[in-house]
């Protein structure tokens, strides 16, 4: 998800790397911007009013995140 203010939202070079990482896996891509709804590239384009109507799919297990550093 990312959120963009400019009339280039449809550049998010962040977003697209994160989404080329193979190790990676995402159920969606959802820019809010200052434009209509439109999809691209894999990608939902929506205005930044619908963020009030956003849920998540899914609730993770955990927001606690524990590092494993028992190789070190």
Not at 8 to 20: C, I, W
Not at 32 to 51: D, Q, R, S, T
Request: charged share 25%; glycine share 6%; hydrophobic share 40%.
């Amino acid at each position: 998800m990312e959120i963009k203010s400019g009339n280039d939202y449809r550049k998010h070079p962040a977003l697209s790397r994160v989404a080329a990482v193979d190790n990676w896996t995402f159920g969606k891509k959802i820019v809010f911007c200052k434009g209509n709804v439109e999809a691209g590239e894999g990608i939902e384009y929506l205005p930044w009013y619908m963020i009030l109507f956003y849920k998540m799919e899914q609730m993770p297990e955990s927001y606690i995140y524990e590092v494993e550093l028992s190789a070190l």
